[in-house]
């Protein structure tokens, strides 16, 4: 059963390193996601700025082709105004004249309010357009670190995989089980040491009965109170230590 306890003890060293890094490397991911969405938000606004803006230009050419055709048609009016020779026929042209001017009048000051718009939409647009350039530099200089430090990561957790199968092989098949249970559950604290008479991983007093049960290692025992697997170090191991 020393034995068993001992690989238990190796096995849960490895699977912390491992879900250490494996923890890491999610963290690093979601930053990663975070700052991806952020930027999808960013050119999501940025293009709703552009729309905005060319919308607004092609309202400004509109009233601006409407205008210019309205002072050909005025021309026009004032030539056949020079013409007519006969009163009644004047009077309706001049007539035509000042509800065009009217007109036009209308259209130059919603042409303002165009330009006035147009200002603030372009405003908008340069904010936006630096912000999201600002962004997307960091996330690529971001990213750059990022690849390098999960490839860091990474490197070592196929070998620590392997050296962890080899001793699980090692393991009854059941004991495997109920640790990788408590571990699990216990978020890596599933073999811990009685120590001063107490368990380590909740700091209950263990009875005396069953901490001598427990250096006599002959079967696994778990903490009456956490559940945790229990093991002495060896009293050799503890007077090398001392
Ligand atoms: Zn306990």
Known sequence: ??????????LQTIDLQLRERTDAIDTLRREMAELDAELAAQRQALDAARTERAELESRRRDIEGTLADEEAKMKDRRM???????EKEASAVRREIEVA????????????????QLDGAKAREAELAAAHEALAGRRASEGERVELEIGELSS???EARSRREMLAA????GLRRQYETIFARKRGQ????VRGGTCDG??????PQLANEIHRNTRVITCPSCHRILYARPPEA????A
């Open 156 to 158: 070592g957790l196929d």
């Open 202 to 207: 909740c700091h209950m007093r263990i009875a």
């Open 1 to 10: 059963m020393g034995n068993q306890i001992e690989l238990l003890v190796n």
């Open 80 to 86: 056949r105004l020079n013409r007519i020779r006969n």
């Open 101 to 116: 001017k009217e007109g036009t009048a209308q259209m130059e000051e919603e042409l303002m309010a165009v330009f006035d």
């Open 190 to 193: 599933a073999v811990v040491e």
């Open 170 to 173: 090692g393991l009854d098949a």
């Open 238 to 241: 503890a007077t090398s230590n």
